[in-house]
């Protein structure tokens, strides 16, 4: 049974580019959860996602950033024109229903040149 | 509002000693209360929770960790530290339904 995956593990970009960071949650969970990690800090909440639905956004930056987790495919956690602030580890978590444990991927390390 | 605070960034042991990991949290409401590991380049893996049943939590690998209201804290232990507890530590409390707020971080060195 696999476990949330996570793609890329790593990205570079350089400051104005496009980041997409995907996130395929465990078989059987239609919640996902985005997370961002600092260097240093522990993980901070962005955004709580069900399938068509943004359901808590209260997290992310009001600007440059969106998630969505289509009908059909992976969630999409993307970053528009990316700043060396931007440069963090992002974890997705998955569960099959609000209360449940989370369980989190390996991360996506972005880096911002 | 709730959060979590681990005392020191980094902690070191030597092998076969008790490993000690400190979290102080503060909630309005009956926390609960998570520890998950997460080891070079790999996502969080959960050690143990507690959901205010037994204040006294049982993990994996050997952790466990005790509730205590009066204190506000929720410490992590294990007896005999191993070279394989190398990671590091975070605490978490659930914030409604969903929502985890995590601590810094401690990192775990084990010495030979």
């Known amino acids: 049974n696999a476990g949330v995956m996570q793609n890329p593990r790593h990205l570079v970009r350089r400051r104005g580019q496009e980041a997409r960071l995907r996130c395929s949650p465990m078989k059987g969970h239609s919640h996902v959860y985005w997370y961002r990690q600092l260097p240093e800090e522990g993980l901070k909440f962005m955004v709580y996602?069900?399938?068509?639905?943004?359901?808590?956004e209260s997290g992310m930056p009001k600007e440059r950033f969106s998630a969505e987790f289509p009908k059909e495919g992976p969630s999409i956690l993307r970053i528009q024109q990316v700043v060396r602030g931007d440069s963090a580890a992002y974890f997705c978590?998955?569960?099959?229903?609000?209360?449940?444990?989370?369980?989190f991927g390996p991360g996506t390390r972005l880096t911002v040149l | 509002a709730q959060s979590v605070t681990q005392l020191g960034s980094h902690v070191s042991v030597s092998e076969g000693a008790l490993v000690l990991l400190r979290c102080n949290y503060s909630s309005s409401v009956p926390p609960y209360l998570f520890w998950y590991v997460q080891y070079p380049n790999q996502g969080l893996q959960l050690l143990l929770k507690?959901?205010?049943?037994?204040?006294l939590v049982k993990g994996i690998n050997g952790f466990e960790a005790e509730f205590k209201k009066s204190e506000t804290s929720f410490h992590l232990t294990k007896p005999s530290a191993h070279m394989s507890d190398a990671a590091e530590y975070f605490c978490a409390v659930r914030s409604g339904s969903y929502k985890l707020i995590f601590g810094s971080g401690t990192r775990l060195l084990v010495r030979p």
């Open positions: 978590a998955s569960t099959s229903s609000s209360y449940n444990e989370q369980f």
């Open positions: 996602l069900q399938k068509e639905n943004i359901i808590d």
């Open positions: 507690y959901t205010s049943a037994a204040t």
